[in-house]
């Protein structure tokens, strides 16, 4: 191993010991109300309703909960609105609407996935809002109306994605920037409708936005690292079309992998929260014509930081 290897892995077992111990003295929320849902991300909180009123010592065992398990899944939550969904989600930080397609009207934030209207199915492996370079750091999700079958969403851990890339290839990953834009190739996507192809041509790319992003991440809460990927990427900067493709799909490979992700089969009234910085998620596109709305309140991130300390940069910003 080399010298920046040994110390990534270091760095990375003292960030896991700390999440760790964290994650033991919390008095607010009993083990026994914290049930894993797969062996390396993802657990459900059981007995806690959520809202902005929770006193401060739950949002924070919240918080040390969603950055040890990466994601957290809370059922039952029916007495949430909006604005309630909100108020919640604010106690973790400043809230952010979509850059391109705003929020719902009369909130900070809501972005209403309904998969009967375009772009309602986000059926593409992707960390969320990535072709900005402050991306999100955590997304609230709430089901709203959730299908009879089908409509489940899978999470990838792309923390444990690095950490068990062998030597060289983590190596070659903490060498790599890529370029992420939200006017990717949408040719890629095999179930578009025409209402999608519209909704992405006239809103989602009416601002062109392209950032450069370190291809391993350094999480700033845990110091964790963590793969920077997802479908917003449309090349490594200094390579061509073919190798970057190729180099992605290995990359992109160790993160999904089923051993590294955690399904939810949502109900209505479901809370999943994920750390935006350290997971990718897939909605599962199984459902249809079935109606599926969820309503995601997306709170602020930073500008991601490099191994050797180096931020995303964004290169473009363009409007239409
Ligand atoms: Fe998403």
Request: proline letters at 3%; glycine letters at 8%; a negative charge.
């Amino acid at each position: 191993m080399t010298q920046s290897a040994a110390a990534a892995s270091t760095s990375s077992a003292a960030a896991h010991a700390a999440i760790a111990a964290a994650a033991t003295t919390d008095f607010f929320i009993s083990e026994a109300d914290v049930v894993r849902r797969a062996g390396r991300l993802g657990a459900e909180i059981r007995n806690v309703a959520l809202g902005g009123d929770l006193p401060d010592a739950a949002i924070e065992a919240i918080h040390r909960l969603l950055l040890r398990h990466k994601v957290v899944f809370f059922r039952g939550q029916h007495h949430l609105d909006d604005a309630e969904q909100e108020r919640f989600a604010r106690r973790l930080g400043d809230l952010v609407p979509h850059p391109t397609i705003g929020a719902l009207k009369g909130t900070a934030s809501i972005l209403e996935l309904d998969a009967s209207r375009g772009g309602g199915r986000a059926d593409q492996w992707h960390t969320d809002v990535t072709f900005v370079d402050a991306h999100p750091k955590f997304s609230v999700l709430r089901g709203v109306v959730i299908p009879e079958f089908g409509g489940d969403t899978v999470f990838a851990n792309t923390v444990s994605a690095y950490e068990d890339l062998p030597a060289p290839l983590r190596q070659l990953a903490g060498s790599l920037w890529a370029v992420h834009s939200n006017a990717y190739d949408y040719a890629v996507k095999s179930r578009a409708t025409d209402a999608d192809r519209k909704h992405f041509d006239e809103v989602f790319t009416g601002t062109v936005y392209e950032t450069e992003h370190p291809v391993v991440q350094v999480h700033p809460e845990t110091g964790e690292h963590a793969l920077l990927l997802g479908n917003f990427v449309q090349r490594f900067v200094g390579l061509n079309k073919g190798d970057s493709q190729k180099l992605f799909d290995l990359f992109q490979s160790h993160i999904t992998a089923p051993e590294n992700t955690v399904r939810w089969g949502w109900q209505a009234g479901d809370v999943v929260i994920w750390d935006n910085r350290a997971t990718q998620h897939y909605a599962v596109n199984d459902y249809g014509n079935q109606k599926r709305v969820v309503h995601r309140a997306t709170v602020d991130g930073d500008v991601p930081k490099s191994i050797d300390g180096q931020r995303s940069i964004l290169r473009k910003k363009v409007a239409k």
